[in-house]
């Protein structure tokens, strides 16, 4: 099964998001549009099929920190662009990993961003077992060399449970956020809102 996102409409803060160390619940304040996250774990994706279920963007990733190539990626990113769906790209983050490696895996996979195409996005789900103030060093390492290299902000993908063990920091990252069931989004403290969930 595909993972599903939703993106809320409106436009991200230009400056480093995030005031409190508490979660927040918010609702989209507009409209939502679908769309899926993939990767080889889905498969072969039929990108126009996904289109035509009403998706109207997709996440693929690029590789697994620096040791794995995800070797779908490719296909799922120029399938997405093809079928007329916002495409987007991420890493899973490993953060005792050079972090500017992967960012250079990510932004060499990509190439120049196309019209419509949304910012790499950096997935932080585990530890590693790395201390957190490297964690959180290496996400911001990787956070800045991606934004110098696109001219805008990348994404970051996380739970508020997993955020919280991070201390909550503030990054100059829009937040996906990965918060299943409710009808409205747990916000991790260090951000206000969201700009996909």
């Known amino acids: 099964a595909l993972a599903l996102l939703a993106c809320a409409c409106g436009s991200a803060p230009d400056g480093p998001v995030g005031t ?25 994706i039929n990108s126009t099929a996904v289109h035509n279920s009403g ?13 794995f190539m995800d070797p779908t990626f490719a296909a799922n990113y120029s399938g997405m662009k093809s079928a007329g769906m916002v495409r ?28 419509g195409d949304l910012p790499p996005m950096l997935d932080v789900e585990v530890t590693d ?10 996400m911001n390492k990787w956070i800045a060399h991606v934004a110098a290299a696109i ?25 996906v956020v990965a918060n299943w069931g409710p009808s409205c989004p747990t916000v991790p403290g260090g951000w206000s809102d969201w700009s996909a969930w």
Do not use: H
């Open 88 to 115: 987007g790209s991420y890493i899973f983050f490993r953060a005792g990993q050079d972090p500017i490696a992967q960012a250079d895996i990510v932004l060499k996979a990509i190439g120049n961003l196309g019209e």
């Open 55 to 67: 998706r109207a963007f997709g996440i693929a990733r690029v590789a697994d920190g620096t040791t």
């Open 20 to 44: 409190s160390n508490q979660d927040l619940v918010v609702c989209a304040k507009g409209a939502i549009v679908q769309g899926v996250d993939v990767s080889y774990y889905q498969g072969a």
């Open 151 to 175: 001219g805008r902000r990348p994404m970051v993908y996380t739970a508020p449970y997993f955020w919280s063990q991070l201390g909550s920091p503030s990054v100059a990252a829009d937040l």
């Open 129 to 138: 077992g790395v201390a957190v103030s490297t964690i959180v060093s290496n």
